[in-house]
């Protein structure tokens, strides 16, 4: 494989060398020296795609995850780097034609906000079910989906280190406020946990919280140790930075500080769940990254690894049984094994169900008990978080085999159900009940209208 830094297998950069975050915007990623030999036709694609959804790409994904030999077809280089089948036809030609014709700015603007619009920005009633509410008024940039979790966005963490073509949270950096979920600060989340005693998890979203400096994040973080915050047992932290940029956890310059307040959340009795975002083997064989992991696991963090199962990325069992041995050989638990959501890039992303089952289920096969603990394939729906066990044949039906490990009904946590095999499915709105299920597990009956009030 052929990176720009072709180094030896030292995990760590050279000696008294501090690497510095470098990154490169979408509107910019057209014009890198690295695609300087490719034809003229790729690069407007990029600029017609970076035009409505965000990108952003560093240099260590640049230097260290792409191989450039392989582009366009390098897993790394597909999972960063706009294509044009990433927006629907009748999308792509309306930008291009403005673009290429030169539309005054305002007119161009206002049609790219319209293809956001169309690209279901917000999927299972985000803003509209799951923002809580106190005193009657809603708390913006909270989340309360489940009973037990709590999700804060705080504002300063609203970016990350680079962006992945799939993110479900692409409305977080296209600078659009209306689509932003931004908490200003810790007064109101705090406000709230106080009154909600029933949850034990907050999870701390983004964006990206690792993109803050650690002084920021603890502003966050400390007011959770203090009086009436008892409850909570767990704080999690969804990050990619692991996987690019590990540097914040060794040579950053408030890296020992992070890991230090690491240490006092879990020294103050609570679990510090890192949930690291890793999609690929070669994110975690990059450079510094075995390092990170180390000083981590040394604060008493638990890192737990998740991901979407992502077309032209990871869509090959051999390539997730790779990553979940590597996962546990470094001390990460193998979490979560989700199906891309049903927003922004999606129709490029995506992959059947009925596949997902298969490409899991061989991937388990190949590992052994320890590194079958990530859970999967798993739908983030409106209702619930959905499991897809498998495919059976009941009273000479073929069924998809699911259950909520999450839902917003907490009884229907665990219980089975089945819904009509459908091998061009790619999301739980698309399926339907199984002709034996009396309970309205699908559709509106299994949806937002029955979302509990207090959520």
Known sequence: MRTVHDRGASDAPAAGRRPKLRAVPGHRLAGLPQLAGADRRLRHEIEVVAAV??????????????????????????LTFPHRDMLPPEIFDRISALLTGGAPRERLAEAVAA???????????????????????????????????????PAQGQSCHAYCGYCFRWAQFVGEPELRQSLPGPASALEYLRAHPEVSDVLVTGGDPLIMSTARLAGYLDPLLGPGTEHLRTIRLGTKALAWWPHRFTTDPDADDLLR????????????????HISHPRELAAVGVRAAVARLRSTGAVIRAQAPLIRHVNDDPRVWAELWRDAVA????????????????????????????????????????????????????????????GVAEIGGERVFVCRFLQAREPDRVGRPFFARYDERATWFDQLRPASFERRPWFGAGAGLAEAPAAV
């Not at 959804?53 to 597909?78: A, C, G, Q, S, T």
């Not at 997902?356 to 590194?371: K, M």
């Open 53 to 78: 959804l965000p990108f952003k790409v560093n240099n260590h994904v640049l230097e260290e995850l792409i191989d450039w030999d392989r582009v366009p077809d390098d897993p790394m280089y597909r």
């Open 115 to 153: 293809a956001r619009r169309a690209l279901n920005p917000h999927p299972g009633g985000q803003l509209e079910a799951n923002v809580p509410r106190l005193d009657g008024r809603p708390v913006p940039g909270l989340q309360h989906k489940y009973r037990e979790t709590v999700l804060l966005f």
């Open 261 to 276: 307040l690491f240490e006092r959340l879990v020294a103050a009795g609570r679990q510090v769940a890192v949930m690291a």
């Open 330 to 389: 470094l001390g990460i638990v193998p979490y979560y094994l989700f199906v891309e959501r049903d927003t922004g890039a999606s129709s490029y992303f995506e992959v059947p169900l009925a596949r997902a089952v298969t490409i899991y289920q061989d991937a388990v096969r190949q590992v052994s008990g320890l590194e079958r603990t990530a859970r999967g394939p798993v739908m983030s729906a409106g209702p619930g978080k959905v499991c897809v066990d």
